[in-house]
């Protein structure tokens, strides 16, 4: 008897691209993996408009889906107009409540409008920008998976995460955080299944570890 893959939608981290899930070893005689890769948003588009769109992507009935950082913020808007078998974020936040209050002050005094965007977008070595731990290994890592460079997209994406109003945690959510993760804290962070060590980018560098609590996760 033929046994039904289980179908798994993922969707990358703020600038990232599909690369940032090649390391994760998820069997693929269980599951059909997709990665819903960024598009442009349209000019004063909605978080929730964005969501929709993004949600389209999503075909299978019953799926998994999975966000990275901003990618699981995103992915809980998409949650509204799917019926889904399990959603799951990564090195995210599931609230306005979970992010630190340096992300609320920049929010509220609108400096993101302040980012170089256009000198980010155009400068071949992104590492400069990096967050965390800079081995380089790590930097190199970091220039080769932030592929999404469009600028519209960044500056758009940077506000949205920024100001995300969030107030309720969706029903059901299941959440995935590392212990150092710098970006959004532990300590801010509620309910949330724990990587041991595992930074913001433990999607790259803790896979190993990721892909296990997925698949427990998802078997539950």
Not at 2 to 30: C, M, T, W
Not at 110 to 137: N, Q
Not at 165 to 175: L, M, N, S, T, Y
Request: glycine letters at 4%; proline letters at 5%.
């Amino acid at each position: 008897m033929k046994i039904s893959k289980i179908p798994i939608y993922f969707v990358p981290g703020l600038a990232a691209g599909k690369e940032i899930f090649n390391h994760l070893s998820l069997p693929q005689d269980r599951f059909d993996i997709t990665i819903i890769e960024w598009i442009i948003p349209f000019e004063n588009e909605s978080l929730t408009q964005y969501a929709q769109r993004m949600a389209a992507f999503v075909t299978a009935p019953n799926a998994v889906l999975v966000g990275v950082s901003f990618g699981g913020v995103v992915a809980q808007e998409m949650s509204a107009f799917l019926k889904l078998h399990k959603l799951i974020i990564i090195s995210s936040v599931k609230t306005k409540y979970e992010m630190p209050k340096r992300m609320h002050i920049v929010s509220a005094l609108r400096l993101y409008k302040l980012l170089p965007i256009d000198f980010i977008v155009s400068t071949p070595d992104l590492t400069k920008f990096a967050v965390g731990p800079k081995s380089k290994k790590r930097l190199q890592l970091y220039n080769t998976y932030l592929t999404m460079r469009n600028k519209y997209y960044l500056r758009w994406a940077v506000k949205q995460m920024l100001s995300w109003d969030r107030e309720k945690a969706v029903k059901g959510i299941k959440h995935i955080h590392g212990d150092k993760d710098v970006v959004f804290p532990l300590k801010n962070i509620k309910h949330s299944e724990i990587i041991k060590r595992g930074t913001h980018v433990m999607i790259l560098f803790k896979a190993e570890a990721v892909t296990r609590k997925l698949i427990e996760i998802i078997n539950s």
